[in-house]
């Protein structure tokens, strides 16, 4: 029997703005929105009533600084829909991101130190950028352990920093929120695949890229390394990142470590759909299925993608 795609294995991420009554639509990214949590709650009603129960949250706060501290503020965006989702729906699974590069106003992932702005040419027009791992981390604790106090049931690492799970596990443990659970973005490659992410969650780096801390595309090694150092730090789930181009490092992971394991579909994988779709090169519905069938198949328990609700609608027609 081939592999069967299900409503359950899917993930809608989703982006929450401040204001009310807004539903904005993304440059480059075809049916996507940002949403105020007014509207948020209209639209997760459509997405529960699809038969998908698990969400992914982005914050995109009104005021950003270089520590990005409106992150872990006490009343951030995203624990304030946390909350405002608990007390909506039953028999919903909220996962949250935690990386700074949506808050901070350099668009990196971490925090960085003031002597490396002035970051050194590592490649014929690129620059490498480093982050302070100590304050990060802090950082990075801080803002799990708020969305965890507001009721969200996963944190979701994405910054890279070195040992991020093992400082949230201990932050989560040390609060009494043992039961809120890790999946770590574990395997996140320093991707051209995520260009219409960027302009929704207003993260594009300032300078530099983002080689100092993500993963090379060609290094599977490094990948499997990481995929491994996440679970011995205690994530519950892993995560490959981006999915097309990595669905061998899906595959061998899903081989080598038989544990819980998640892939994201990410925003670049999905625009080519669309805008290939609305050019007549293929047919939408059948080019989702093929791509999402794929990475199931490679071993992707959980999928993380903005086809979800679409997805959902024809596997229940």
Not at 263 to 273: H, I, L, P, Q, T
Request: net charge positive.
């Amino acid at each position: 029997m081939g592999t069967k795609l299900k409503v359950k294995d899917l993930i809608h991420p989703y982006f929450v703005v401040e204001g009310q009554r807004k539903k904005e639509s993304v440059k480059n990214f075809p049916g996507v929105y940002r949403f105020s949590l007014d509207r948020l709650l209209r639209d997760i009603k459509i997405t529960r009533g699809l038969g998908i129960d698990k969400v992914l949250l982005f914050g995109i706060p009104s005021k950003k600084d270089a520590a990005g501290t409106s992150a872990y503020a006490g009343e951030n965006i995203v624990s304030r829909a946390v909350r405002t989702l608990k007390n909506e729906f039953k028999n919903i699974a909220v996962f949250t991101d935690v990386c700074l590069c949506g808050y901070t106003t350099h668009g990196h992932c971490g925090i960085i130190k003031p002597q490396d702005r002035s970051h050194t040419l590592t490649g014929i027009g690129k620059t490498q950028v480093k982050i302070d791992n100590k304050k990060t981390l802090n950082a990075l604790s801080e803002m799990a352990l708020r969305h965890a106090e507001a009721g969200a049931d996963w944190v979701a690492p994405s910054a890279m920093a070195s040992g991020q799970i093992l400082a949230i596990r201990r932050a989560l443990d040390r609060n009494g929120l043992k039961k809120t659970k890790i999946l770590g973005y574990s395997a996140k490659f320093a991707s051209n695949f995520y260009g219409p992410f960027r302009q929704a969650a207003d993260s594009a780096p300032a300078f530099g890229d983002r080689s100092g801390y993500q993963l090379d595309h060609s290094d599977a090694k490094a990948a499997l390394k990481e995929i491994a150092c996440d679970i011995r730090e205690g994530a519950d789930m892993v995560m490959v990142k981006p999915a097309l181009s990595y669905l061998d490092i899906i595959r061998e992971a899903s081989w080598k470590f038989k544990f819980p394991l998640a892939a994201y579909n990410v925003s670049g994988e999905y625009a080519f759909v669309k805008y290939g779709a609305k050019r007549g090169l293929w047919d939408e519905k059948k080019m989702v299925f093929e791509i999402l069938t794929s990475i199931r198949r490679a071993g992707a328990g959980l999928i993380i993608t903005y086809h979800a609700k679409d997805a959902a609608h024809w596997l229940t027609k």
